[in-house]
């Protein structure tokens, strides 16, 4: 289980799913070379490759790690929780994840990122014979910081119209300022 938890760690640390890949790689081909997105976004998966190739983190925040179990009922979950935090910790000794554990109450740093409460290990116990495991990863900066507006918006002066679509649009970017991982990618 533990070989099976480490390669789980490796791989949602360092590839991205190919989907995500391919959408990238769509905007970065339709994307004119004459813009600021173009070289970010080559940038991205240039990064992606390396990440991939050296089994390298694809983000310096590797996150906040929560494994979500479904277990046979009966299953002893304590065990598996320990197998999680060997894992985590030996996944952080290879370099595929940033030491990024912090105990909330003294500031201080936790090299091996297993601490009380962590990694986060949630288990339902089902009508099953398998074990199934799901890892999320969740960073400091990754908020979905989105919005929704109603046209027309008389706060800013925005119509039923492109223009008046335009304004929202910059509007919600502008307020997303500071709270996401950069770049920061838009979808309308």
Same mark, same amino acid.
Request: aromatic content about 6%; charged content about 20%; glycine content about 8%.
């Given at each position: 289980?533990?070989?099976?938890? #480490?390669?789980? #760690? ?8 190919? $989907? ?9 081909? +339709? ?20 990440? =991939? ?7 310096? !925040? ?10 046979? =009922?009966?299953?002893?979950? *304590? ?17 595929? #994840?940033?030491?990024?554990?912090? $105990?909330?109450?003294? /500031? ?18 089902? !009508? ?5 495991? *799901?890892?999320?990863?969740? /960073? ?5 910081? +989105?919005?929704?507006? +109603?046209?027309? $918006? ?5 119509? =039923?119209?492109?223009?008046?679509? =335009? ?10 300022? /500071?709270?996401?991982? +950069? ?6």
């Amino acid at each position: 289980m533990k070989n099976y938890l #480490l390669e789980l #760690l490796r791989r949602t640390t360092s590839d991205l799913p190919a $989907d995500v890949e391919c959408a990238l790689q769509q905007a970065t081909d +339709s994307e004119s070379q004459d813009t600021q997105a173009a070289p970010f976004l080559k940038t991205i998966l240039d990064n992606v490759k390396i990440a =991939r190739t050296q089994a390298a983190p694809l983000c310096q !925040d590797t996150g906040t790690l929560t494994f979500f179990w479904t277990v046979p =009922r009966g299953t002893d979950t *304590w065990q598996l929780e320990q197998v999680a935090k060997e894992a985590v910790k030996e996944a952080t000794v290879k370099g595929w #994840l940033r030491q990024n554990t912090i $105990d909330t109450l003294t /500031g201080t740093s936790i090299a091996t990122n297993v601490a009380e409460g962590t990694p986060v290990c949630h288990f339902e116990q089902a !009508d099953t014979q398998a074990i199934e495991v *799901w890892l999320l990863q969740k /960073g400091g900066g990754s908020e979905n910081m +989105s919005c929704q507006f +109603s046209l027309p $918006d008389e706060t800013l002066h925005a119509g =039923r119209d492109l223009e008046g679509v =335009r304004k929202c649009i910059l509007h919600a970017v502008f307020q997303t300022q /500071g709270f996401g991982c +950069s770049p920061g990618i838009l979808g309308v």
